[in-house]
């Protein structure tokens, strides 16, 4: 395993889907936990943060492909898409909402980071085989250098967890637990 060679001037932090409706899934509270540190350390070292959500206008812009596995449904609380309080997010930090899995289909993070010359995303959230995975894939297709805090994301099942974080994340970035990050950067 590499050492990491971080220029915060070149590197984001990318947080998908810390919001109040999905964070109270099991584990979400660790990984809110787990992404405290990141939003500090990039915040000491003028880094560019990125909030990601998921929201709909009216539920007809939402993808509804047919499925063997559809998605959860029921109702939404008015506060489902808010970022959660313990990650501070400030007005200087970019907020982007995705209308489906990945960050960058369909919304404009792409060109903040190129305007910003990010070539690096240090990635985290929920889910790790799903919101994170995907705007992964599309970040590799993008051409950028990615690291993925993997106790700083969870998914449904640790089965799910452990084969984005085993066998796709490695392929397309460093994998790092937040303790290996923090000691190789600081």
Known sequence: ??????????????????QKGIV??????????????????FRENDGFISFVNVAFHDGKDALQPVTDAPAPSGERTADWAEFVPELGVQPE???????????????????????????????????????????????FQLGYNQIFVTDAMTTFSQEAHDASCSFIFPRIGKVRTLEQFLSDVR
């Open 93 to 139: 930090d970019y907020t982007v909402t995705k209308r489906q899995w990945g960050a960058f289909f369909g919304t404009d993070l792409d060109l903040q980071l190129r305007r910003r010359g990010i070539e690096t995303i240090v990635l985290c959230g929920i889910a790790t085989n799903i919101g994170v995975e995907s705007t992964a894939r599309e970040a």
């Open 1 to 18: 395993m590499s050492a990491l060679q971080l220029d915060f001037n070149k590197t984001a932090l990318v947080i998908i889907d810390l």
């Open 24 to 41: 109270q899934m099991p584990g979400g509270k660790e990984v809110v936990e787990k992404t405290i540190p990141l939003v500090k350390l």
